[in-house]
């Protein structure tokens, strides 16, 4: 292992700017030990020593390096969705969950079906023991998950959708408390369901994977998971943090539309989605603004990629394949002749954080913000642990 001091002699005459230099330190650094990933924890934080070890257990299961950056990463994430609760507590949470489900329901069923719903919660399973009551009760994440799971099923089971909504199939498959059921992101690091679905470790129901997401383990392993099992170029943690909230690489795109944007003197969205996408995540056939804006783009200087070409590059917005494509790459090569520098390789997303769990909205500059300054406080405990 080179020595600090030769650490320092490389990150002086590197030419390669600072994010070499971390890249570096990041390369070089000790792992850390259970008894320093305790300690990296805050120490209001009950049960640090088991947050530790299993934080550290599912690294090295997914082969993650279990350097200071990689752990304050996950600690801070961990940290800003539940300050390390597997089953996070949160105010007030079945009276807003209980208007986002009407919503929800007189949106898709109409006003008929939601009316009967309410009927229901009032009257079932019993008058004094009703869904209403127990609602108002619930006061934790997998309490209200749960009771939606309980109520919805029983909805499903004794009433008729099909012959209320005149509508067959309507849930593709799905089970009615699952597919109006808006718990959505679970656990200690807020983890979307569809996400650990796809990546679940073995065959499982949804309802025992959510439930498997209110654990620990699970909360953790599918949280990390989703943070840190891509390769990005960002000079900063600042924009993982960002794409946790909106996205994987969302910083990335977004940079990409104010690209566009400087180049065609439009107002795209910088939310980081270059195409538009359904419900359950499947990319629409109808093109989105920032595709059209590429396609003007590029019939202005007349490149000499299709539209079809275009579709087929921004399919791979959501990976790091999409950096090697001949829409990126052309975007890249336009604005470095326009503006004789290369565009930003990476800018905060603007999109708006709403849902049943948050009192207000929020965006993810503030989610990003609030995340990396509990990072940074990370890192300066592992500064004096001397693990930097």
């Avoid at 650490?7 to 002086?12: F, M, R």
């Avoid at 089970?175 to 992101?185: A, G, R, V």
Wanted: aromatic share 10%.
């Amino acid at each position: 292992m080179k020595s600090k001091a030769s650490i320092a002699v490389l990150c002086a005459i590197s030419l390669f700017g600072l994010s070499s230099c971390d890249r570096i330190k990041q390369a070089t650094a000790p792992d850390v030990t259970p008894e320093q990933m305790r300690k990296l924890i805050p120490a209001r934080v009950s049960e640090r020593r088991e947050w530790a070890e299993q934080i550290l257990n599912i690294m090295q299961q997914l082969e993650i390096r279990r350097n200071l950056t990689n752990s304050c990463t996950i600690i801070a994430v961990v940290d800003q969705e539940s300050n390390f609760h597997a089953d996070p507590v949160v105010a007030g949470l079945g009276k807003t969950a209980m208007t986002e489900m009407n919503q929800r329901l007189e949106a898709k069923l109409g006003k008929f079906v939601a009316g009967q719903f309410q009927d229901m919660l009032k009257q079932k399973p019993t008058p004094d023991d009703n869904f209403a009551h127990r609602l108002q009760r619930v006061k934790t994440e997998k309490q209200l998950d749960q009771l939606y799971r309980e109520m919805f099923s029983f909805f499903e089971d004794n009433y008729n959708i099909g012959l209320l909504t005149g509508v067959a199939g309507l849930f593709a498959g799905q089970p009615l408390s699952e597919y109006f059921n808006p718990i959505s992101t679970l656990g200690s690091m807020q983890v979307h369901i569809s996400y650990a679905d796809q990546h679940k470790t073995h065959a499982m129901t949804l309802a025992a994977l959510r439930d498997h997401l209110y654990t620990r383990e699970g909360g953790l392993y599918y949280g990390i998971h989703r943070l840190m099992m891509y390769s990005t170029d960002y000079d900063k943690p600042l924009y993982r943090f960002a794409d946790y909230n909106s996205g994987m690489y969302s910083s990335r795109n977004a940079a990409l539309q104010q690209a566009v944007n400087k180049l065609t003197e439009q107002q795209l969205a910088l939310d980081g989605d270059l195409l538009l996408y359904g419900r359950d995540k499947d990319v629409l056939s109808k093109p989105s603004t920032t595709e059209l804006a590429i396609q003007a783009l590029f019939t202005q200087y007349t490149v000499p990629i299709s539209a079809r070409q275009i579709r087929r590059d921004l399919k791979k917005e959501k990976s790091e394949k999409f950096e090697k494509t001949d829409t990126y790459l052309e975007i890249q090569r336009l604005y470095q002749i326009r503006f004789s520098q290369q565009p930003d390789y990476a800018i905060m997303p603007e999109v708006v954080i709403s849902g049943p769990k948050l009192s207000r909205d929020y965006n993810t500059a503030w989610f990003a913000n609030r995340v990396d300054g509990r990072y940074q406080r990370c890192i300066q405990q592992g500064q004096r642990l001397d693990l930097y």
